[in-house]
Structure formats: structure tokens, C-alpha cells
């Protein structure tokens, strides 16, 4: 996808060790003035493994500090454009696995749950400091606990959302349905749009296939910014259009069955099918072979 070195750098990933646990864009946000400017990095971890300090109990912390700080290192971030603030370990306890169950940023806007970090007020004045730094003004959105619980917030996943620029500068908030279906949350988004802040309306989406598999709106939240000589180095056939649509659709009804069993994993055709469609894919978005690609 990013096959020109001249334009894009493609970092090794860490080493798979507890102490470097790390699951990427689910616990960063970029905050910036503009898409095309400078920002601030955020990274949100859920415990160190050689500074100790609080812990969850109930859940482990899937992300360390030592972890966001080996990445800022690899992209040769400025410490003056990077925050690294903790998760609140009850709050990870209470089912929020990855920041992006509490919190969510576009811009210059942070719309999070009021326990979502340790030290939030000191966390948000950290990143309004740097951000004013880069010619923006952070604007935080802190929905309150008596509005929304933490537990609402995880079986909602209102922060598991995405936030768009629209092109008046406003945002829009993508949601999935539970959002609705829960009244607290409902209520809440109701009050926010009539607010007239930062965020101007709410957009819903039946998502429950991919969230009975745990995953939002905030699962395709991985956001690259690209100019336009970076945009004309980008392999072409990921954009999704019409044509590679109707492809990919051919694509799934020629390889893979319509309904899988226990007798189906115990098949071993099945692993066949699988890296058959596979290798196929990898040709049809000319991405190379797809066993590197699993590598």
C-alpha cells in the first residue's frame, strides 16, 4: 500500500514482550490545528512495566508506557509534540480494553468520558499547552459520569466512534446503533447536538455483526494524512470504488462458504480454501505476495 520509501517510512514492530504490550491506533490520537500542520501525539497507556504504579485488577492493561514511548522514539517525535497519559485502572476494569472505548479526537477536539484518564484535568492542561503551541486551541468534550457511566459508555461504545471534519469546519460523530437503543446515551447525544458545540450531528449505523465481535465505528479509525505527491504514491487498488466493490463481492462468493460449523475447522479443505482466496486477493489488489504480507 505505501511501497515508496521516498515518501513513506514503515517501522519494524516492537518486540513481542509483556513489557512492550502495544495495540497501536487504539490508544493514539493526533490533535492538530489542521490536517496539514504539525500536531500533538497522544498516546494512552494502561500501565508501566518498570515504573510500577496503579494497575487494573480485573483485566490486564494491553498497553504500556514503555511501549508508547519506544514508538515516539522510532518516529522520531519531539517530546514538546507527545503526551502519554494512563488509563484509569478502574475504568479498565469496568470493560474499556483500549482507550478508543473512552475516548476519541479529531482535530482539535477530544470527546472523552470524564474517567477516562488518571489525572484527567492535568492531562487535558498538558495537551492544551502543547497544541496552543502548534497555532491550535484544544477543545474537550468531557461527558459526565452522571449523564453516561462508564457502563453505558462500554456497552454503547459511544467513544468507540468516529469524528469527521465536515466541510464547515464543524464535526460529525459516527455511531453505532446501540448508541440510540441505550437511553442515557441517546439522551445525551440529543443534548450535545442541540448545544451548538463543536460537534454538529450524529450519524448512525447498524453495526451489529461487527460489534457482537467487539469492534465500532473506531475500528477503522487508523487515519494516514497524505499530501498530494504521498496520495499519488499509494498502491491504487485499495481505494475502494464501484468496480472494486463489485470484485471483492465475486471475490467472497467464489471462496468462501456461506455458513461455517465445528466440522468445517476440523477440515482441513478449509485451510485450503482459505490461502487459495487469499493468494487471490493479493493479486487482485497487486500487493504482492500474500504470505510476506502475513509475515
Known sequence: MFASDQHFAIHPALPGTPALGDEGAANHTRFCADYR???????????????????????????????????????????????????????????????????????????????????????????????????????????PAHDVSVNDAVSSYLFNSQLLTRGDGRQLLVVPRECRENAKVARYLDTLIASGGSIADVLVFDLRESMKNGGGPACLRLRVVLNEAELAQVTPSVWLDERLHAQLVAWVGRHYRDRLGADDLADPQLLNECRTALDELSTLLKLGSVYDFQR
Not at 509534540?81 to 488509563?87: I, K
Not at 469496568?94 to 470527546?111: K, Q, S
Open 37 to 143: 500542520q504539525h500536531g500533538v501525539e497522544f498516546f494512552v497507556y494502561g500501565r508501566s512495566e518498570y515504573h510500577g504504579g496503579d494497575a487494573p485488577k480485573r483485566y490486564p492493561a494491553r498497553q504500556t508506557l514503555e511501549a508508547s514511548r519506544a514508538i515516539a522514539r522510532a518516529h522520531g517525535l519531539a517530546d514538546d509534540a507527545t503526551v502519554f497519559a494512563q488509563q484509569r485502572p478502574e475504568t479498565i476494569d469496568a470493560g474499556v480494553f483500549h482507550n478508543d472505548v473512552i475516548a476519541v479526537g479529531n482535530g482539535d477536539v477530544l470527546f472523552c468520558h470524564e474517567q477516562a484518564f488518571v489525572d484527567q484535568p492535568a492531562v487535558c492542561d498538558v495537551l492544551r499547552g502543547k497544541l496552543a503551541q502548534r497555532g491550535g486551541e484544544l477543545r474537550v468534550i468531557e461527558v
